[in-house]
């Protein structure tokens, strides 16, 4: 047979592989017992994987060890589910004090100030005096005009004049009357807000109203100098589409960060609004 034909498998010189032949092999010398070198079973019951060895019920998957199913049991039976008061899942729900949100509880009925700018359907929302820095500057002035015309006055009485001390008396009593109005004024000057619109009231004898409706208020921000952060105090600046604004910039509003809060939550959730008040009213019908 030359050397490119191929081995026909009953040819000469064709043998059966080694793994079809059971008996191969096992008649060989050199797979015979040495006397000197005895053949050991290689799964022998030796000390690799004795009963006493790593898979024994004594070893780490014994009851005893680490991932015993008795401590298992144990583990489960200790496990306490955590339990919650319901101070400390009232800010989570949606009632009350208006979710994870603490609002300030506001009166339900507008003050008598307000009531007569206020139309029958729409809804009122809250009303706020300006903070107590906006009398600053005539308390100042109040106190300062009564320290230094209380010297003066007593100054002129030692020499005798009194035509002037009179005239330091009116003086003082026209700064105290003056810091007495801007006091009055302080007093009936509201920010009011509503379902439908933002106000502001002020003046005694001589009222003024500024208002805007929500719905034209395209950009609202407020402002805090750092004495306005620690006294909590702040400017709201609302922006509108028209050009002439009547109401754009009210200074001296306190807690802005709630308020600002309440007038976009008006603007953006009103129905939330009206689920947190209680008022499930339909809220549709006003508009």
């Known amino acids: 047979m030359g050397p490119g034909e ?44 004795s009963p006493d060895a790593a898979f024994s019920p004594d070893a780490a998957y014994s009851p005893s060890a680490g991932y015993a199913t008795d401590q298992r049991d144990d583990y489960t039976d200790e496990y306490e589910a955590p339990v919650f008061t319901e101070e400390e899942l009232q ?23 307000v009531a007569r700018y206020l139309f029958p359907t729409e809804r009122y929302r809250g009303e706020w005096k300006r903070h107590w820095i906006h009398l600053s500057t005539p308390l100042s002035i109040g ?8 010297y003066l006055a007593g100054f002129l009485t030692k020499q005798n004049i009194d035509g002037l001390v009179t005239a330091a008396v009116l003086l003082w009593l026209g700064v105290i009357s003056w810091v007495a109005w801007k006091v009055f004024d302080w007093y009936f000057d509201r920010f009011i807000l509503t379902n439908k619109r933002v106000m ?16 034209r208020v395209t950009d609202m921000k ?66």
């Open 222 to 287: 407020y402002e805090q100098s750092a004495l306005g952060r620690m006294l909590n105090y702040g400017t709201f600046v609302l922006e509108s589409a028209g050009q002439d604004q009547a109401l754009r910039e009210v200074k001296h509003l306190p807690n802005p960060n709630e308020l600002y809060l309440r007038v976009v939550e008006e603007m953006y959730e009103p129905q939330a609004v009206e689920a947190r008040l209680g008022k499930d009213g339909d809220a549709g019908d006003d508009a």
């Open 6 to 49: 191929p081995r026909q498998p009953g040819g000469e010189g064709a043998r059966r592989p080694r793994d079809d032949d059971e008996a191969f092999g096992y008649d060989d010398p050199a797979f015979d017992e040495h006397p000197e070198y005895p053949r050991e079973p290689v799964y022998s019951e030796g000390p690799g994987f």
């Open 200 to 215: 502001v009231v002020n003046g005694i004898i001589t009222r003024r109203v500024a208002m805007m409706p929500l719905l």
């Open 143 to 150: 106190a300062g005009a009564t320290v230094l015309l209380g």
């Open 91 to 113: 800010g989570l729900g949606g009632g009350g004090q208006g979710g994870p949100r603490r609002v300030l509880p506001l009166e339900d009925e507008p003050t008598t100030l």
